[in-house]
């Protein structure tokens, strides 16, 4: 079982950048397909993005592609979500996710198919 951390959330203005990391222990994220989750006040958990256990291959939902992107360093039990061009509508919690793969080229983006989770961190994005 793997316990993830997030971190590098905070206060950003439109139009600006932020990386958030994803830190496991417990066991080797290199095992995983990795994913984040938002969710923003009064709406339900929302998948953001997803990569393959070999990190190979990512997928977004279209609010954020082409402005957020993930990778991750298995080497270092490390998942990253960087953001560009963020907007006040991307004001969210942020949680990372894993699940054990069977297959090392699946993305999984629904939040049932994920069973180990972050406590979550805040981004919000001032107009």
């Known amino acids: 079982q793997a316990q993830l951390v997030e971190s590098g959330g905070g206060l950003v203005q439109a139009g600006g950048s932020l990386r958030l990391s994803c830190a496991a222990s417990g066991r080797t994220l290199s095992v995983y397909a990795m994913g984040w989750f938002r969710q923003a006040p009064g709406k339900e958990r929302e998948f953001v993005g997803g990569i393959t256990r070999d990190g190979r291959r990512t997928s977004y939902v279209d609010s954020v592609k082409g402005r957020f992107d993930i990778s991750r360093d298995n080497a270092n039990n490390r998942m990253y979500l960087q953001m560009n061009s963020l907007k006040p509508e991307d004001t969210a919690v942020y949680y990372c996710?894993?699940?054990?793969?069977?297959?090392?080229?699946?993305?999984?983006?629904?939040?049932?198919?994920?069973?180990?989770w972050g406590q979550g961190i805040q981004v919000t994005v001032s107009s």
């Open positions: 996710a894993a699940t054990l793969a069977l297959f090392p080229t699946f993305v999984y983006s629904k939040i049932g198919d994920y069973a180990e």
